[in-house]
């Protein structure tokens, strides 16, 4: 009985004809239909209703199945799976929602560029990145970070023997009795306090 | 009354940032607040909707007494605290019984507010076949009537079912996600003038859909055939109220 039935139903059409055509809004997976619904079938008892309810959408389903199907393919390969073997999903590429709906927040403003940003963009100098970090070391004839974790600019911190510099700390200057290794350290602590003045400033201009 | 928070670690810093207005916005939490009035039907029916929209929710379990036409700022309150921009209220009262008024904000500032008194016909979730889908699959729509392109209000009940349960806009679909349908239908309105009175307007159907592919005469469309999980509302449309013109072009203003 259910073979005859799934026969019967394999041979059922996918094309609906509509009076007046929907409209689709992909971007939202909708389909607007404007063929006015019967008021005598919705005013007849609650099966009646729901059938021609759920008639009318299974229409308006199969329409919607079709057109989305229609749409341009991408095959990715489920990169989250963790198991070794990975397998393709189809991808349906949708287009943009045809509806607008409200925002729930203000669009963002842009940001205002900074100080050195709006000189930067004058003088053409370009952001280095990660291409400045590692500075060849002669004497180790190796590649070592310029700055940060175990930066040369912090290598004068753990030398045992420090010159002393004969002008920062000569014979009368408050200078002279300290070690050379924290003074550098000091300069270098000065101007990360420097920076986080310049990005408080910016924040508050930004405002 | 919210205080403004300090991040004081890397984790409350992100959890700030997510609420900041962005380009492209977050999907839209809709917050469940039962009313002084609320009964059980309107529970049911708030866990069935609610189900509809997981994981994007929010429900109160106690009672406030609310009355959004009158005064909003209690709302407006729960939707900042909560970053929900959808708030659904259950009340019940003689002259209207079993009412949701669903209400949309803008900046946390009310943006339009419509009632939707859900009428005695319903059908919960457990009076159907249990057959459910996964959780969070972005569901299909069919509105069906022209009733929906012509009429403010029911442009307005477009806009708020499409925004309520569209799931996160994205470019592309997995075509096994697609499971499950919700249908909206209303049919004509019977005088041509738009100033009948509300009672005149036509009941609004709501209907949830699970799909059912079967093999067809086409090779790779498939002839489709729908199962009714519900919930099943029909929706007898309240009092409503529209944005202020410069709230609402300032909410279309679309950056794409």
Known sequence: MSDIKESYVSTKPVTVEKAIPVTYDLGHLAVYDTNPIDPIEIGKDENSKNDYLQQVTRDNVQLLINQILHQPLTKNST?????????????????????QLPREKPVPKAKEPTKWELFARKKGIQKKGKTGKLVFDEEKQEWVNKWGYKGKNKELDNQWLVEVDEEKQAAGSPDELIDPRKLSRMERKKLVKKNELQHKRNLKEGK | MIRSIKPKNARSKRAIEKKQPKIKENVKTVLFVPGRSSNKTLHDITVDLAALKKPDIKRFTKKNDILPFEDATKLEFFSEKNDCSILVLSTSNKKRPNNLTFIRTFEYKVYDMIELGVMNNFKLVQDFKKLTFQVGLKPMFTFQGNIFETHP??????????????????KLQDVSGLQHVISVSAVELDEHDETSPISKLPIVHFRVYKLKTFKSSEPKIPRVELVEIGPRLDFKVGRHQSPAPEVHKEAMHSCW
């Open chain 2, 153 to 170: 209000i029911y442009i307005h009940i477009k806009s708020l079912f499409l925004d309520m349960f569209n799931g996160e806009t994205t």
């Open chain 1, 79 to 99: 990169t989250t799976n963790t198991d070794s073997n990975e397998t393709p999903i189809t991808l349906v590429q949708l287009p943009d929602p045809v509806f």
